[in-house]
């Protein structure tokens, strides 16, 4: 079976860096996107990798190494806006997106 | 605002109701999503449409009938629900299939079965 696995919950401090990983097992790859949701609202798009490395966007990077079916999202100087859950969703060899349950991210002054 | 509108944003019917969930996106995608998203469970997807026509359908059950008039609107039909369909209903759009097109998203309409 398909499955996306992520931590269900982190903690961390204001203006400190925490990295959230996901690992996948899917029937094919054709790319990992990251999407952030507060509470009560949609989920937004941060990034999309399809090649191994890592993007960079601001405070936010991405990181994939498909050889270990791996990603992990890495946020810089955490800001309290910041809390909000962390979807990871692989794009398989259907075109389908297989969803994680997502990462709740609690920042603390 | 992300260009994707949903209605209502909050539902609460009886099992023996009829009722649909409408959304719309102002984007000029041609593809078109209904995820169900449960408390701390992944997105569910349901329904695809591309070019209006539909593309995948993850067997779901009857009572949830999907209508895609054109490109732009998306509506889900609900009858004879369960208590176990409350959850939050997630609209989407996105150029198109390709794999490197992101998914935008509706605020969602929150729904309880009674």
């Known amino acids: 079976g398909q499955n996306i696995d992520q931590p269900t919950e982190m903690t961390a401090t204001e203006g400190a860096i925490v990295q959230i990983n996901c690992t996948y097992q899917t029937s094919g790859f054709n790319g990992l996107f990251w999407y952030q949701q507060h509470a009560g609202e949609a989920p937004t798009f941060l990034s999309y990798n399809v090649l191994d490395g890592l993007e960079e966007k601001g405070r936010f990077s991405s990181f994939l190494s498909r050889s270990k079916g791996y990603s992990y999202l890495l946020l810089k100087e955490l800001q309290m806006k910041d809390s909000a859950s962390y979807l990871c969703?692989?794009?398989?060899?259907?075109?389908?997106?297989?969803w994680g349950a997502g990462t709740k991210l609690i920042i603390k002054p | 605002e992300t260009g994707v509108t949903q209605t209502p944003r909050h539902l609460v019917m009886g099992m023996t109701n009829k009722k649909s969930l409408k959304c719309e996106q102002h984007?000029?995608?041609?593809?078109m999503y209904w995820y169900k998203q449960s408390a701390k469970k992944p997105l569910e997807l349901m329904f695809v449409?591309?070019?209006?026509?539909?593309?995948e359908n993850n067997s779901v059950p009857s009572r949830f009938s999907p209508e895609c008039p054109n490109s732009s609107h998306l509506f889900l039909h609900l009858h004879t629900l369960q208590p176990e369909d409350s959850a939050l209903y997630l609209c989407a759009s996105s150029q198109d299939l390709g794999s490197s097109y992101e998914q935008y998203f509706g605020p969602g309409t929150r729904l309880t079965v009674t």
């Open positions: 449409y591309n070019f209006k026509e539909q593309t």
């Open positions: 984007l000029g995608h041609n593809a």
């Open positions: 969703a692989v794009r398989d060899s259907n075109y389908q997106l297989i």
